[in-house]
């Protein structure tokens, strides 16, 4: 671990690998917006913020953007997607380092994030040949019935710090396949990567032409009110939402009172069963990654261990050695497994939920702040096990930081319901080689979440399946399968080449 990190030389360095990738200077200077490293708590640029009245314009950009863009032939639309594929390859590493300066991730993890954004390109790419329409039996007589699928219209984007440019890219990718535009408001805590990856969308605009209007992929940086202005503006049909529960009760009844569409993907409080058959070596494995990884601030992490009796003192001991022995620091270093916390309101939040766990009766291994020596602006953590006596306080809650709750059960059933008795429904796996605990947990009466997995831990999904969660978790999908029919509207047409008009269900109109 670096003892010291030479801030300015770290702040020259995010400066240049985003010039490289096409920020302007002049865009990184004299702003209001303090765009902050976890990784050492210093400021590395000051972004401008947007106004309500310069969101409103923006919305009103993407809105004409949309109105040609629409008449471009998808497969046309789908060469925009390819060439912004190939920039994000291009800058794969530019990109990838950059999340990781400013959202704290590892160096594998920044660079899992631009492959995540390239895949679904591929994907998107692929998907605009494909945007099937059905032909349906109609009941009447030389007459033909057939859904069309039309592009929606403007699509608001509004994303979290912890993946803060793929959520984007499984939105916008597959938005403008669908004919859509889009306008992103990107988390507070990450305008760096957004304006980043702005540029390099224009790079790809460029390179695609004239087809491509101005305004068919907006950035509006800024705080509450100009997400709500996104949020409640009639010329954004479709609002895709990721972050907190909290924040999806304020967006979804919001949008829905002006008749849009929402996507929300909302908080996890995923978990993992692990049963008397688990090959234990790769639960511990899964475990780790699933629960650390991220340094617990993915939507996806493991937070819940709910362990039969049988294997308990088998395996959990065996696991807080693990967490006592993970290299925790600058996550850019070869080898830091866990990064910093995003900021002082996450740690305070991490030691709250230990506080209440400890009052609930838990027994609590780790948790306490590191490095704080070396970085006293940034926020380091050992990631904490706790011992609960049962499913209880704390436990019922998202708390986004790395604290893996432990909890003992000794029926298959009560494991089901203790996996299930939680407010969000995001992901959910369970460790067995008992194929009827596997089938049982993925079937109608297992795991209620979006995501159920076996043999792997709840987070890293892939994005060709479709991404998200229900119940508190908002019941959006994003990402791969049929996602994409959110981000369009259905027509049902209906063609009458019969030179007669036979009427439905038998009605006789005669005039
Ligand atoms: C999130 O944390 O908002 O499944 C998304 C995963 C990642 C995506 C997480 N592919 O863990």
Known sequence: ?????????????????????????????????????????????????????????????????????????????????????????????????????????????????????????????????????????TERPGHRMMETWHSSGVVGVISAFNFPVAVWSWNAALAFVCGDSVVWKPSEKTPLTALAVQALYKRAAAKFGEEAPAGLMEVIQGG??????????????VISATGSTRMGRQVGPRVAERFGKSILELGGNNAAIVTPSADLDLTLRGVAFSAMGTCGQRCTTLRRLITHDSVYDALIPRLIKAYSSVKIGVPTEDDTLIGPLIDKDAFDNMQKALEAAKAAGGKVHGGQRVLSKEFPEAYYVQPAIVEMPGQVGPVLEETFAPILYVVRYTDFDEAIEIQNGVGAG????????????????????????GIANVNIGPSGAEIGGAFGGEKETGGGREAGSDAWKAYMRRATNTINYSGALPLAQGVKFDV
């Open 1 to 137: 671990m670096t003892v010291g990190l030479d801030t300015a030389q770290f702040t020259q360095e995010t400066i240049e690998l985003m010039e490289r990738m096409g920020v302007t200077r002049a865009s990184l200077e004299g702003g209001t917006l303090a765009a902050t490293s976890p990784i050492s708590g210093e400021t590395l640029a000051m972004v401008k913020e947007d106004s309500v009245e310069e969101t409103s314009v923006a919305i009103g950009r993407a809105h004409d953007a949309f109105k040609q863009w629409r008449k471009l032939p998808s497969p046309r639309r789908g060469e925009l997607v390819r060439l912004l594929g190939e920039e994000l390859r291009t800058y794969k590493n530019d990109l990838g380092k950059l999340v990781s300066l400013e959202a704290g991730k590892i160096t594998s993890e920044g660079l899992g994030e631009v492959q995540e954004m390239i895949d679904i390109c591929d994907f998107a790419v692929g998907l605009s040949r494909q945007l099937y329409g059905l032909t349906i039996a």
């Open 224 to 237: 509450r009110d100009v997400g709500e202005t996104l949020v409640d503006d009639k010329r954004v049909p």
């Open 426 to 449: 995001l992901s959910s796996s369970i460790f067995t080689k008992d194929i009827g605990e596997a089938e049982t947990f993925v079937s109608v009466v297992g795991s209620d979440c």
